[in-house]
T-cell receptor
Framework: GIQVEQSPPDLILQEGANSTLRCNFS?????LQWFHQNPWGQLINLFY???GTKQNGRLSATTVATERYSLLYISSSQTTDSGVYFC????????????FGKGTLLTVNP | NAGVMQNPRHLVRRRGQEARLRCSPM?????VYWYRQLPEEGLKFMVY????????ESGMPKERFSAEFPKEGPSILRIQQVVRGDSAAYFC????????????FGEGSWLTVV
């Protein structure tokens, strides 16, 4: 099946810093989503981005489908950005089944 | 505009008991998915259902686990004779069923087996 690799596995930032999280995937995809799992365990949709670039406030994402990677940018980080960021892709076909990466654990210190 | 609703949020069961987790998809969504997150791991697909049909159960353990999505009411994930290794967060997700649409996740149900 499709492989999803995220880097870095862990990241520690000071409040106000910027960061880039990367997601590599091993095959073409129809769906790519970024999620934030907060310290309470809730899984929050950030972006649906199988290709192109999107921005939402301090967060933006870019997927280069031909090169099989996606980047999540966090600018001016805040302590509330802490948590695990997951990239998930579908495995093709029509069932929209997502394969998740292992995530990047982000800690933003005040 | 309610999202994907899961209950209970937290469930404690003794070994050997049954656990039932419920999921109501977003309004207008006819596709439901269950995922499991074991401690320190990402989410793993378990099962994909449409109303009254199991479409893909390739991620379901062969024994003790079952899922349904009846014509009326929520989707149910049922775990019989729970063991400690079943302790995990179980997430439900729903999708409208059209290409190019986001899959939305519920807040999860945390099962603890003691």
């Amino acid at each position: 099946g499709i492989q999803v690799e995220q880097s870095p596995p862990d990241l520690i930032l000071q409040e106000g810093a910027n960061s880039t999280l990367r997601c590599n995937f091993s095959d073409s995809v129809n769906n790519l989503q970024w999620f934030h799992q907060n310290p309470w365990g809730q899984l929050i949709n950030l972006f649906y981005i199988p290709s192109g670039t999107k921005q939402n406030g301090r967060l933006s994402a870019t997927t280069v489908a031909t090169e099989r990677y996606s980047l999540l940018y966090i600018s001016s980080s805040q302590t509330t950005d802490s948590g695990v960021y997951f990239c998930a892709v579908d495995s093709g076909g029509s069932n929209y089944k997502l394969t998740f990466g292992k995530g990047t654990l982000l800690t933003v210190n005040p | 505009n309610a999202g994907v609703m899961q209950n209970p949020r937290h469930l404690v069961r003794r070994r050997g008991q049954e656990a039932r987790l419920r999921c109501s998809p977003m309004k207008g969504h006819s596709h439901v998915y269950w995922y499991r997150q074991l401690p320190e791991e990402g989410l793993k697909f378990m099962v994909y259902l449409q109303k009254e049909n199991i479409i893909d159960e390739s991620g379901m353990p062969k024994e003790r686990f079952s899922a349904e999505f009846p014509k009326e009411g929520p989707s149910i994930l049922r775990i019989q004779q729970v063991v400690r290794g079943d302790s995990a967060a179980y997430f439900c997700a729903s999708h409208r069923g059209l290409a190019g649409n986001t899959i939305y996740f519920g807040e999860g149900s945390w099962l603890t087996v003691v």
